[in-house]
């Protein structure tokens, strides 16, 4: 019974934060919305038994990704009359694009249903990680039969991450001001940095 | 607790949900009071370590000083700036204070004593503490005010450089732990060093990502030497500034509960949690959850300690610290220890 109730809250959570995703004029309210909408959506896999993805879903997107939309968008000033014109112009792409997400959808569920998943079918005949905990699960799926996939697929975010770095990384000129040398600064000590000097009243000090 | 609510006649559903809501209750006054008490203990410390008597007037030895404090604040006027986005401006000391309560659930006081037991505790801990960023984020913009704002984009990318290390060190106890499961790891722990002590601390190649650990956990909670975010002499009192009344204190207590949270998690991640310190008969008289608390508050006070005696970082060398030590740093060790435990064969 709480389970019911509980899906129904989630469920429904994720729907209007999503609706309130594309309604909100404030485009910081939108980003808010939207991590309403994972944090519910984590909610949803907990209900499944995917504790783990859960877990997942709101340290990744949650705690990393969305932190770094509100950012951007807090920074960024927003011109929202430009933003609106461009609706009209969008929207056939837009729908065009839920139409495929719809289609992916169906396919999925279709796919599912055939059975060829190891994961398991829904008659449970074919359960091959089933049992285990959900992160021993994922570990062997991962590391098993699909580590060719899994390291593909660490090496290109590898390469992005250091394609990222490289078209963002400015050499500074040697000697140009605001650079530090950590080993420089702490390795000073009291007496070179400073002088002590007894001036006689009034005469001035030569530095 | 759920048996003792189903021998009253109740369902099981009902006696499940009933017995998790009086924990849930049990749990955050119990915090609560360690917060306004760990409150006065740190002004205390202070106090003695700057040769001052500290807060002395109100109850015997000013305990009471805290719940003094409380009071006047529930008092006071919650002002909100005209220009505010009043909503979030609302909202964010509210997501802060419930954020640092809900990592309390996975927290095990002793053995079996913990609200919810689940697989993914530590994980858990991990996603909560990641969404505090959001408190501070919310309530800089929101001030519509420029230090606040200053002080919530600093919070944010300090929060976040921090994670990083804090996961690559949580990587390497799981290592060695074998789960994610919090009562799992302080278990692991028995007799780790020598079969005598217990607790990771001991181990020469844990050691050093418990001292990054307690490091990163001061720039988690943005103690100081790493209180950039509200660097007084910069930002008046950072994302704090507009607030006041009842909103700044859900603030002041949010943090101090993250505070005694990231004490208790040393504790449990290397302290061997609520473990006697040696494996010797005796000391297991003493109940579990008196050496955890020992364990917490000892840590508490050595983050008064340091509040006391270190000054604050520049803002680029608490990045250079995150970024270009402890990131490298614990990485090496994650490849170092589960390379070290493949040949010992730990995992077979």
């Known amino acids: 019974m709480i389970q019911t109730l509980a899906f129904y809250l989630f469920a429904g959570l994720v729907i209007a934060s999503a609706v309130m995703v594309i309604m909100a004029r404030n485009p910081v309210h939108s980003v808010l919305w939207l991590i309403l909408a994972f944090f519910n959506a984590a909610g949803l896999m907990v209900l499944v038994g995917a504790e783990f993805i859960a877990v997942l879903l709101v340290i990744v997107y949650v705690g990393a990704v969305a932190v770094l939309f509100l950012f951007v968008v807090m920074m960024l000033d927003i011109d929202f009359a430009a933003m609106r014109a461009g609706f009209v112009r969008n929207f056939p792409l837009g729908l ?42 994922i570990g062997a799926l991962l590391y098993g039969p699909y580590i060719i996939l899994f390291e593909i697929a660490g090496i290109i975010l590898l390469v992005a991450m250091i394609g990222a770095i490289v078209l963002t990384h400015r050499e500074a000129k040697p000697g140009a001001r605001g650079r530090q040398d950590i080993g420089k600064q702490i390795s000073r000590r009291p007496d070179e940095a400073t002088i002590m000097k007894n001036p006689e009243s009034g005469q001035g000090v030569e530095l | 607790m759920t048996e003792f609510f189903q021998s009253l006649g109740m369902s099981y559903d009902f006696a499940w949900f009933t017995a998790t809501i009086v924990g849930i209750l049990a749990i955050s006054l119990i915090v609560m009071f360690s917060v306004a008490m760990v409150i006065y203990v740190d002004r205390k410390v202070l106090g003695a370590i700057m040769l001052r008597r500290g807060p002395n007037v109100v109850g015997p030895f000013g305990l009471l000083q805290s719940f003094a404090d409380g009071l006047k604040v529930f008092l006071q006027e919650t002002i909100i700036p005209s220009a505010a986005n009043k909503g979030i401006f609302l909202l964010a000391p509210i997501i802060t204070f419930t954020v640092a309560l809900a990592a309390w659930a996975v927290i ?4 079996g004593v913990v609200l919810a037991d689940i697989n993914v505790g530590l994980l858990y801990i991990l996603a909560i503490s990641s969404l505090g960023v959001y408190g501070v984020v919310m309530s800089g913009w929101a001030s519509n005010s420029k230090y606040p704002f200053f002080s919530a984009m600093r919070a944010a990318a300090q929060m976040i450089s921090y994670e990083v290390s804090i996961g690559f060190v949580l990587v390497c106890v799981v290592l060695y732990a074998g789960t994610f499961n919090m009562t799992g790891i302080v278990e692991a722990q028995r007799g780790h060093g020598l079969g005598v002590i217990n607790g990771f601390f001991i181990n020469p190649l844990l050691f050093p990502m418990f001292v990054v650990f307690f490091i990163s956990a001061l720039a988690e909670t943005a103690r100081a030497p790493f209180d950039l975010t509200e660097a007084e002499s910069e930002l008046v009192a950072g994302y704090q500034t507009e607030y006041s009344s009842m909103s700044f204190a859900l603030f ?97």
């Not at chain 2, 095990?108 to 053995?111: G, M």
């Open chain 1, 96 to 137: 065009a694009i839920a139409a495929i997400l719809l289609a992916e959808l169906f396919l999925g569920i279709g796919a599912y249903n055939a059975g060829g998943l190891q994961l398991g079918t829904p008659d449970g005949a074919n359960q091959a990680a089933m049992g285990a905990s959900n992160i021993e699960a």
């Open chain 2, 108 to 111: 095990p006081f002793d053995a």
């Open chain 2, 252 to 348: 002041w207590l949010g943090e101090y509960a993250n505070i005694l949270l990231m004490c208790s998690l040393c504790t449990l991640l290397f302290m061997g949690g609520w473990l006697p310190p040696i494996e010797w008969a005796p000391l297991y008289y003493v109940p579990g959850i008196v050496w955890f608390l020992l364990k917490t508050f000892m840590f508490f006070f050595m983050f008064s300690w340091i509040w006391a005696t270190v000054p604050r970082y520049r803002y680029d060398q608490l990045m250079r610290l995150g970024w270009k030590v402890f990131l490298p740093m614990s990485l090496l060790f994650v490849a170092v220890i589960s390379g070290y435990l493949m040949a010992t064969g730990h995992f077979s």
